[in-house]
């Protein structure tokens, strides 16, 4: 069965400094990897997505993360914090190889940015 | 409006009792999900509609839940004799077809208190 681990409940970082959610999964095969951000009173948002190819993916805001196959790794991350980045971040799995349509979820982490 | 609307945006009822929470996907997405998400826990899978029929509903707890959508657009999750446990957000989710696209747009949930 598919997992996904996130670490850190919450992670400080100063405005301007770059950022790093760490994200580690486990699958059967290839991955397909996303975060979602979860502002306060909204909707969990999509920032990005890795199906294939380049493992370096460029997503909404600004995000990044990195596809890493060897440490089953996909970390987000920000070269630039800004205080309005201040969320909870989910990082999420799905093993194509199931056939299910679901994602899993990790259990979140909250990013805090300091002015 | 524009995203997905799920109503109420809180209920409270008592031990036993049944519930029902409504889910208003964006106009055209095929495919609707519902996950629960506890205090301090990430977005747990519940079940997947494609169109009319429920693709998978693996992650329904028990019999007490159960979900329908009989013409493809809204959808309402059921609880019957709720329990203390049943407590949570559940959140509605669409998207324009298989979560492979990578964008499931999320309702702001129905918080659901069992006392």
């Known amino acids: 069965a598919q997992s996904v681990a996130q670490p850190e409940d919450q992670v400080n970082v100063a405005e301007g400094n770059p950022l790093t959610v760490k994200c580690t999964y486990s699958?059967?095969?290839?991955?397909?990897l996303f975060w979602y951000v979860q502002y306060p009173n909204r909707g969990l948002q999509f920032l990005l997505k890795y199906i294939t190819g380049d493992n370096l993916v460029k997503g909404s805001y600004g995000f990044e993360a990195e596809f890493n196959k060897s440490q089953t790794s996909f970390h987000l991350k920000k070269p630039s914090a800004l205080v309005s980045d201040s969320a909870l971040y989910f990082c999420?799995?799905?093993?194509?190889?199931?056939?299910?349509?679901?994602?899993?979820f990790g259990t979140g982490t909250r990013l805090l940015v300091s002015p | 409006g524009a995203g997905v609307s799920q109503t109420p945006s809180n209920k409270v009822t008592e031990k036993g009792k049944y519930v029902e929470l409504r889910c208003d996907p964006i106009?055209?997405?095929?495919?609707l999900y519902w996950y629960r998400q506890s205090l301090g826990q990430g977005p747990e899978f519940l079940i997947y509609f494609q169109g009319t029929g429920a693709a998978d509903d693996s992650g329904l707890p028990n019999d007490r839940f159960f979900a329908v959508r009989p013409e493809g657009s809204v959808s309402t999750l059921k609880i019957q004799r709720t329990e203390r446990g049943d407590s949570a957000v559940y959140l509605c989710?669409?998207?324009?077809?298989?979560?492979?696209?990578?964008?499931?747009?999320f309702g702001e949930g129905s918080r659901l208190t069992v006392l």
């Open positions: 989710a669409s998207s324009l077809g298989a979560v492979d696209t990578g964008e499931l747009f």
């Open positions: 699958v059967s095969g290839n991955p397909y």
């Open positions: 999420a799995v799905r093993d194509p190889n199931t056939g299910f349509q679901k994602l899993v």
């Open positions: 106009s055209g997405h095929t495919a």
